[in-house]
């Protein structure tokens, strides 16, 4: 009963740098996103996916990459780490666009 | 744009106490609005209101969607200290995503 699960749970990283946040599911939901939360703004969308090789903007793509090949992972690249992505990470999964979203655990990302 | 917002912000409250979440939107198309509970990481799933429910309850918990005046209100009866939490709003409208709310942090002190 695994459903969303995201690695890591913490991860530091210089200016600079780049890495993958890992995100599956296990539900074999066709809609997949990510979010980012930080103090007093909520959550706002990064990427999103509606199914497998289907990818999008959301509110602040910037700075982030996704793809989608198959319907279980969705991984969000960060191309070269910036302090203003020290942030909170989550990927939501939901059976289509516009149903109940359902939420990994975070991972929490500070770049120095 | 779309919008949300909540209020209050911040809530403190005694145990026994009953509280109300508001959250009000502006979106255009409207689909659905959640709520949700986060603790400490994960935020987990606690209503979803669409026109054709529109009102929902669980245990101490309720919540009501007024589609006219845009808003929903989310009660919660008898306060533990366990309801400590801050409580999501998202507003989700037909071909886009969902947009959340701020938050409101509630405190239940014992």
């Known amino acids: 009963n695994a459903g969303v699960t995201q690695t890591p749970k913490f991860q530091v990283l210089k200016t600079g740098q780049s890495m993958t946040l890992q995100c599956a599911q296990d539900?074999?939901?066709?809609?997949m996103s990510w979010y980012r939360q930080d103090p007093g703004m909520g959550l706002r969308l990064i990427h999103y996916?509606?199914?497998?090789?289907?990818?999008d903007q959301g509110e602040v793509p910037n700075g982030y990459n996704v793809s989608r090949s198959t319907t279980e992972d969705f991984p969000l690249r960060l191309l070269s780490a910036a302090p203003s992505q020290t942030s909170v990470y989550f990927c939501?999964?939901?059976?289509?666009?516009?149903?109940?979203?359902?939420f990994g655990s975070g991972t929490q990302l500070s770049v120095l | 744009e779309d919008k949300v917002v909540q209020s209050p912000l911040s809530l403190v409250v005694h145990e026994g106490d009953t509280v109300t979440l508001n959250c009000s939107y502006e979106?255009?198309?409207?689909?659905?609005l959640l709520w949700y509970k986060q603790e400490k990481k994960a935020p987990t799933f606690l209503f979803m209101l669409?026109?054709?429910?529109i009102e929902k309850k669980s245990g101490r918990l309720s919540s009501i969607l007024d589609k006219k005046e845009l808003f929903s209100i989310l009660n919660i009866t008898a306060t533990q200290t366990g309801d400590s939490a801050v409580y999501l709003c998202?507003?989700?409208?037909?071909?886009?995503?969902?947009?959340f709310g701020p938050g409101t942090r509630l405190s239940v002190l014992p």
């Open positions: 998202a507003v989700g409208n037909y071909g886009q995503n969902f947009v």
């Open positions: 939501a999964s939901s059976q289509t666009e516009g149903e109940k979203l359902f």
């Open positions: 979106v255009t198309n409207f689909r659905s």
């Open positions: 539900m074999n939901h066709e809609y």
């Open positions: 669409t026109s054709s429910g």
């Open positions: 996916s509606v199914g497998a090789g289907i990818t």
